[in-house]
């Protein structure tokens, strides 16, 4: 195996990882910015960045997902739940906290 090839395949593996570490950090960071008057990482974050740890946290549990729209009040967090929920209903059914986005617009 080339040493490409090996970079590769390691950056592969840990991808996942990363995408949760980066979920956790925004989270506890959110926590830690409640708690001061300090912004956190979560004001920096560009609208594509916000729909993918939203949909690190779909698959993590969709339950974070859902809970994202509460604690951090940007559009794009609740538009990417809303889509979530909408194009994966079977995922979310079981959530009372899920049954607003099920209604029509």
Same mark, same amino acid.
């Given at each position: 195996?080339? %040493? %490409? ?10 991808? =996942?990882? #990363?995408?949760?570490?980066? +979920?956790?950090?925004? +989270? !506890? ?17 560009? =609208?594509?960045?916000?729909? #993918?740890?939203?949909? %690190? *946290?779909?698959? !993590?549990?969709? *339950? ?5 729209? @509460?604690?951090?009040?940007?559009? $794009? !967090?609740? #538009?990417? $739940? ?6 994966? =209903? @079977?995922?979310? !059914? *079981? ?8 209604? *029509?617009?």
């Amino acid at each position: 195996m080339s %040493t %490409t090839q090996a970079a590769r395949r390691s950056q592969e593996a840990t991808a =996942p990882y #990363q995408s949760h570490g980066l +979920l956790l950090r925004l +989270l !506890v960071e959110n926590e830690i910015s409640h708690q001061s008057e300090f912004p956190g990482i979560e004001r920096a974050l560009l =609208p594509d960045a916000w729909a #993918q740890i939203i949909r %690190t *946290a779909w698959k !993590v549990n969709v *339950a974070i997902a859902i809970h994202m729209v @509460e604690r951090f009040k940007y559009p $794009v !967090v609740l #538009q990417e $739940v809303t889509r979530l929920i909408r194009l994966h =209903p @079977e995922e979310a !059914v *079981a959530l009372p906290e899920a049954s607003a986005y099920f209604r *029509a617009d």
